[in-house]
């Protein structure tokens, strides 16, 4: 089984940014794609990126559409990140990375999840 652990949650000013880390290690690390949601308490736990492991391709749900970016390391094949700009109040929520062993998809069907890291946003 694939360890994930992210890193990089805070406290953040509305409109600055932050950049989230996902680690993998352990297991055979070899995903169809890697996914990041996010949950508040209370609520479900939402898609917010989504990138496919061969070809690169990535998906964002529309609210963070312009404002964040998912992307690989150019050379470490264990890490993603989530590079979150214009944040704002409502981002504020626990953050968590996935894999996905087989296929694709913005819903919560992945293999192996992080812990979460938190993220706050303030205006």
């Known amino acids: 089984q694939v360890h994930l652990v992210e890193s990089g949650g805070g406290l953040v000013q509305a409109g600055g940014s932050l950049r989230l880390s996902c680690e993998a290690s352990?297991?055979?690390?070899?995903?169809?794609?890697m996914g990041w949601f996010r949950q508040v308490a209370g609520k479900e736990r939402e898609f917010v990126a989504s990138?496919?492991?061969?070809?690169?391709?990535?998906?964002y749900a529309d609210f963070v559409k312009g404002r964040f970016t998912i992307s690989r390391h150019s050379a470490k094949t264990t890490a993603v990140y989530l590079q979150m700009n214009r944040l704002q109040a409502g981002d504020t929520a626990v953050y968590y990375c996935?894999?996905?062993?087989?296929?694709?998809?913005?819903?919560?069907?992945?293999?192996?999840w992080g812990q979460g890291t938190q993220v706050n946003g303030y205006s």
């Open positions: 996935a894999c996905k062993v087989s296929g694709w998809s913005r819903g919560p069907e992945y293999d192996d």
């Open positions: 990138s496919r492991w061969s070809g690169g391709t990535t998906y």
């Open positions: 352990g297991g055979t690390f070899s995903p169809s794609a």
